[in-house]
C-alpha cells in the first residue's frame, strides 16, 4: 500500500503548530503528563487540552460544577467539511473453541438488547453506532456526536493496519522535536513516512 504522510499532512500539521505560534500552547507542555493535564483543566488553571471522550467520568467527578464541551481539532480547510476522530472502543465476540458455548451465547445477547447497551455506552461516555438504536451522549459531548452520528468520522492512527503502532509512535517523538524546534514540520512528516515504509517491509 503506498501511502504518504508528507505531501498530504502539511496543511492540517501546520494548522496544529499555529496554536503554538499564536500563544495557545503551555510553555514546556512536552514535560506535561496526560493526568497532569487533566487535572489543570478540572482546577480551571487550564482552557482546554487534547483528550478524548472516555476522560470525561475523570473530569467532571474532579470538578462537578465545571462547565465544559469538545470540538474537533482544526485540521479542516477553511469553509470545509469538520471531520472528528473516532474509534471502535468494545467488541464483545464468542471463540469458536470455547467449551462454553450456550453460556457465552447468552451473555452476548445480554449485550445484544439496547437498553443494555445504552446503560454501558453512557457509563463510558461513548456512543452507538448501530442504526435503531438511540445514544444517549452527554452534553458536553454535542459537538462531537452530531459528527459521530452523521458520518463525518475518520479511523484514529493506530485502527485498521498493523503498520500504524510504528508511525504513531513516531508521530509522539516527532511532534515533541518539532515543538522543540529541533526538526521541521516536513521532517517530521518524512520520519513517518519512513516510520511506514519501515514496518511494511517487515
Sequence with gaps: MALKYNGTWNAMLAQWYA??????????????????????????????????????????????????GMFPMPANKSNGE???????????????????????????????????????TKSQDAFITL??????AAPELSEISQLIFSGKTFPFLDQGW??????????????QGVYLKAISQEQMLKKMDAAWDAAVSQ
Excluded at 43 to 48: G, I
Excluded at 131 to 136: A, F, L, P, T, Y
Aim: charged letters at 20%.
Design 131 to 136: 442504526d435503531g438504536i438511540k445514544s444517549q
Design 82 to 120: 469538520i471531520f472528528v476522530s473516532a474509534a471502535i472502543g468494545t467488541t464483545w465476540t464468542i471463540n469458536k473453541r470455547t467449551p462454553n458455548i450456550e453460556a457465552a451465547k447468552l451473555y452476548l445477547a445480554f449485550w445484544s438488547k439496547p437498553e443494555n447497551l445504552q446503560i454501558w
Design 162 to 175: 498493523e503498520q500504524s503502532y510504528a508511525v504513531q509512535t513516531e508521530l509522539m517523538n516527532s511532534a
Design 19 to 68: 496554536l503554538d505560534e499564536k500563544g495557545y500552547l503551555t510553555a514546556n507542555s512536552v514535560n506535561v503528563s496526560l493526568e497532569k493535564a487533566q487535572s489543570e483543566f478540572s482546577d480551571e488553571h487550564a482552557a482546554m487540552y487534547i483528550d478524548g471522550s472516555w476522560s470525561m467520568a475523570g473530569i467532571v467527578e474532579k470538578n462537578p460544577d465545571l462547565k465544559f
